[in-house]
């Protein structure tokens, strides 16, 4: 897919690329959207062949994304399915260095990998960097992954990047990094040498809660085509409507991102001061423990905020409370969603409070935000 003035698209800054990538050639009544491929069938002779290998609608998503992250970029038809694409092909034996916490659902799957006495798995405090150096390379075999999550889900933490994918690479081991909650001008892992970025393309990219995607983004283009072929095998492609719909989503990432952001740090700010709330982990704080990475390698503080109450039942009664703000799992939406991760199997045992409550900040009035958890609070 070609983008208007693409020879001078290194030059554009990322706002611009939303709006500008994936979009069809500029010829008279020629459609400025790239129109939607509903045929898993394509005549013979071209570079495809069938729709296995992706539609238009995937080339221009996957084309925007890659020119965001600075890299190649695989669309997968879930976030799951592009971890699977990474994971599932490991020799058999292989060492993988994790976060103690991060997304749960990530951690079962490679938990039931464990019981399958397909990898090692090695827990560690991401934030600790000579803990990471040890994990990486002190046991009797070096890992093979390096596994982080830029920023951590729902406990906000930031590792330092450039220096653990250094120390990643000095032992061979790929550097993965889930940066679906910074999205991708939050954080482009690759320019911080990071050798593999993933997102949920279902949270901020798309924006509207309506469709399940992964992204996988490399600067190695042998990686890059390995990771297609994977998918083709795994038969794991999105569909083109998902694929439109994903980058029409994305077209309006900056400004709901901004809107988003500004709101989050009202909000947190406010929390921190109500006598219900205990603790407030937020990007933006001053005193967040990883501040320091927070500034150097974050575009801004992010929509996402949690917190937790005085006990798991004011916590859920909260949950309950809100009437504008959704209980429901999710984030990156238009719509503030909130809930108690530590309800999840497996939440607290990385280390999640019980109490805790993960609030995913949308664009409506921030005004209208502060009423609904105010008057939710004081129940």
């Known amino acids: 897919m070609s983008t208007p003035g693409e020879d001078d698209a290194e030059m554009l800054r990322p706002e611009s690329l939303l709006v500008t990538g994936g979009r069809p050639p500029r010829t008279p009544d020629a459609p400025v959207n790239t129109p939607i491929t509903l045929s898993a069938t394509t005549h013979a002779g071209g570079e495809r062949g069938y729709a296995r290998s992706g539609t238009d609608n995937t080339l221009a998503l996957e084309a925007t994304?890659?020119?965001?992250?600075?890299?190649?970029?695989?669309a997968f038809s879930a976030g799951m399915a592009a971890s699977n694409?990474?994971?599932?092909?490991?020799?058999?034996?292989?060492a993988v260095v994790i976060p103690t916490s991060f997304y749960n659902l990530q951690r079962s799957y490679l938990d039931a990998l464990v019981a399958l006495g397909r990898i090692e798995l090695r827990p560690?405090?991401?934030?600790?960097?000579?803990a990471v150096v040890q994990a990486l390379s002190s046991h009797h075999t070096a890992a093979a992954v390096l596994w982080l999550e830029l920023p951590s889900n729902p406990l906000l933490q930031v590792p330092d990047l450039p220096v653990l994918a250094a120390a990643a690479k000095s032992v061979g081991a790929l550097t993965v990094v889930d940066s679906?909650?910074?999205?991708?001008?939050?954080?482009?892992?690759?320019?911080?040498?990071?050798?593999?970025?993933?997102?949920?393309?279902?949270?901020?990219?798309?924006?509207?809660?309506d469709l399940i995607m992964g992204l996988l983004s490399?600067?190695?283009?042998?990686l890059d085509a390995q990771y297609k072929q994977r998918r083709t095998?795994?038969?794991?492609?999105?569909?083109?409507?998902d694929c439109y719909l994903s980058l029409r989503g994305l077209r309006t990432l900056s400004v709901r991102l901004e809107r988003a952001c500004a709101s989050t740090a009202v909000l947190a700010g406010r929390l921190a001061e109500h006598p219900a709330v205990r603790t407030v982990h937020y990007l933006g704080d001053p005193a967040h423990p990883n501040a320091k990475q927070v500034a150097s390698l974050l575009g801004n503080h992010g929509a996402l905020l949690s917190f937790t109450t005085d006990s798991v039942r004011r916590a859920d009664e909260l949950c309950a409370r809100v009437r504008l703000i959704t209980?429901?799992?999710s984030l990156g939406g238009v719509e503030s969603l909130m809930e108690r991760r530590g309800a999840y199997p497996g939440e607290i045992a990385q280390g999640t409070p019980a109490e805790m409550v993960r609030l995913a900040v949308g664009i409506e009035h921030v005004e209208d935000l502060w009423d609904d958890l105010e008057q939710a609070l004081s129940g």
Not at 124 to 130: N, Q, S
Not at 184 to 209: T, Y
């Open 124 to 130: 560690v405090d991401v934030t600790d960097d000579r």
């Open 218 to 222: 490399t600067a190695d283009p042998e």
């Open 327 to 329: 209980h429901a799992t």
């Open 65 to 74: 994304i890659g020119a965001l992250e600075g890299g190649l970029t695989t």
């Open 180 to 209: 679906t909650v910074a999205t991708p001008l939050g954080i482009q892992p690759l320019r911080h040498g990071g050798d593999v970025v993933m997102h949920s393309a279902s949270k901020a990219i798309s924006g509207h809660s």
């Open 85 to 94: 694409a990474i994971l599932d092909w490991l020799p058999l034996g292989s």
């Open 233 to 241: 095998l795994a038969g794991s492609l999105p569909g083109g409507l």
